[in-house]
């Protein structure tokens, strides 16, 4: 098993640029979320969902948006990038209970 | 709303000394608490949790409801426990989301 991937490693890219940053697990989770870390910050939750074709909003969640057409797969958008939004993106999943989350091994994101 | 405080951001230990990383949290319903931990050019992965009251790798954490604390112990540090270690209060039900606090880098010095 693969766990939790995330596509790609490394990106950077220009203000007002577009991307998307996918996220594939092969554990047949129903939950999936994605989070930014920031030094000093912690991990703060950007948006979540608990099972295919729905999202919702998490802490911070403003200049994204997401989807989840598979069970498998959660994309984040970027639609017009900012500085503010270079970070490491991390995506988890988990069994609706009350269990551990897996985390991929993360996105380094440079806005210039 | 929900809060967890780390307040060391970075915590050096000699090896072989006692470890306490300390966490507390404000939230108004039951807590569940956890601790992950992330090594170097690893990914972040749970240590454990305050419901299964196990020790993993010499490390324990109580839950403390009237101190609001889930400080995370371990007698003797060793080198390889060196890393960035989170606490995180889970919000049960909607998603199980999961509120981290800043983080502590621990480093253990030889």
């Known amino acids: 098993n693969a766990g939790v991937t995330q596509t790609p490693k490394f990106r950077v890219l220009k203000t007002g640029q577009s991307m998307t940053l996918l996220c594939a697990q092969d554990?047949?989770?129903?939950?999936m979320y994605w989070y930014r870390q920031d030094p000093g910050m912690g991990l703060r939750l950007i948006h979540y969902s608990v099972g295919e074709g729905t999202t919702a909003k998490g802490e911070v969640p403003d200049g994204y948006n997401v989807s989840r057409l598979k069970k498998q797969n959660f994309l984040l958008g970027l639609e017009s990038a900012a500085p503010s939004q270079t970070s490491v993106y991390f995506c988890a999943s988990s069994y609706p209970t009350l269990d551990e989350q897996f985390f991929g091994p993360g996105t380094r994101l440079t806005v210039l | 709303a929900q809060r967890v405080t780390q307040p060391e951001k970075l915590l050096s230990v000699f090896k072989g000394a006692p470890v306490e990383l300390k966490c507390n949290y404000s939230?108004?319903?039951?807590?569940?608490l956890f601790w992950y931990v992330q090594y170097s050019r690893q990914r972040l992965q749970l240590l454990l949790r305050h419901i299964s009251r196990e020790s993993i790798k010499g490390f324990t954490a109580d839950l403390n409801k009237g101190e609001t604390s889930f400080h995370l112990k371990k007698p003797f540090a060793q080198e390889e426990d060196s890393a960035m270690y989170y606490c995180a209060l889970v919000i049960t039900g909607g998603g199980n989301k999961l509120t981290f606090g800043t983080g502590t880098q621990q480093k253990v010095e030889l």
């Open positions: 939230y108004s319903g039951s807590p569940e």
């Open positions: 554990m047949n989770h129903e939950y």
